[in-house]
């Protein structure tokens, strides 16, 4: 249990578009998903938190105007990369808390799934 | 600033010895601490959590986890090459309800 689904997993877009991922979660409802960035070689970086039914968090230095949230239903959240430019070629990752229960032992830890990613490659 | 620091290694390991592994954090307020592994261009998978002192073992991985030393580590007994991968260390910042990952230490098991 606790899939996340991500799509697409690769991406390749002209400098000035707009590009847009979905992060679903499959057998579990999802009030929280989170968004993060890899750079090559470099650790994950949040970028913002998905809240369902209410605007997104954005973590400090990220535009908000640039990558767009929308958490429209408890299974799907989207991330979109408007006006993309070469320097925001990088790995997306979307990440949904897993439920007590199908985290396989009950605790309050707050264990992540993440989505296989997406690799934005804007030309 | 919330932080969690590991060696980016990379960390060579002979095929069956064991991987250690180690990390520390700086928010004393953390209570819950993950393992993640992450193969080149592939999403980091869940390997561990600990949220209580002292070992927790699961197969080949135990992890260990001191909260009076901030230190938490994962040993990997019988390495294999499927091993090599990086590792995660990431702590709970209880208080915004995410998690904050470390570098990541490069890990390579050689046959």
């Known amino acids: 249990g606790a899939v996340v689904s991500q799509h697409p997993s690769r991406v390749i877009c002209k400098s000035g578009t707009s590009v847009k991922i979905e992060c679903r979660s499959l057998?579990?409802?999802?009030?929280?998903m989170f968004w993060y960035r890899q750079f090559p070689k470099q650790s994950l970086m949040l970028m913002a938190t998905s809240n369902e039914g209410s605007k997104a968090t954005y973590e400090q230095g990220v535009e908000k105007d640039k990558f767009l949230i929308n958490h429209a239903s408890l299974t799907l959240s989207t991330l979109t990369v408007t006006s993309a430019h070469p320097e925001d070629s990088s790995f997306y990752i979307c990440?949904?808390?897993?439920?007590?229960?199908?985290?396989?032992?009950?605790?309050?830890?707050?264990?992540?799934?993440f989505g296989a990613g997406s690799r934005l490659t804007v030309l | 600033q919330k932080e969690v620091e590991q060696n980016s290694g990379p960390l060579s390991v002979p095929e069956g010895a064991i991987a250690s592994l180690n990390c520390t954090y700086s928010?004393?307020?953390?209570?819950?601490f993950f393992w993640y592994r992450q193969y080149s261009g592939k999403s980091p998978e869940l390997i561990m959590f600990i949220y209580s002192n002292g070992d927790k073992e699961d197969g080949r991985f135990t992890a260990q986890l001191n909260k009076a030393s901030q230190y938490v580590s994962l040993l990997i007994r019988d390495s294999q090459p499927s091993d090599s991968a990086t590792y995660l260390c990431a702590a709970e910042d209880g208080g915004a309800q995410k998690l904050v990952f470390g570098q990541g230490t490069r890990l390579t098991i050689n046959p």
């Open positions: 928010d004393r307020g953390s209570q819950s």
């Open positions: 990440s949904a808390r897993v439920p007590l229960g199908l985290a396989g032992e009950s605790s309050g830890a707050n264990v992540l799934t």
């Open positions: 057998d579990f409802q999802a009030t929280t």
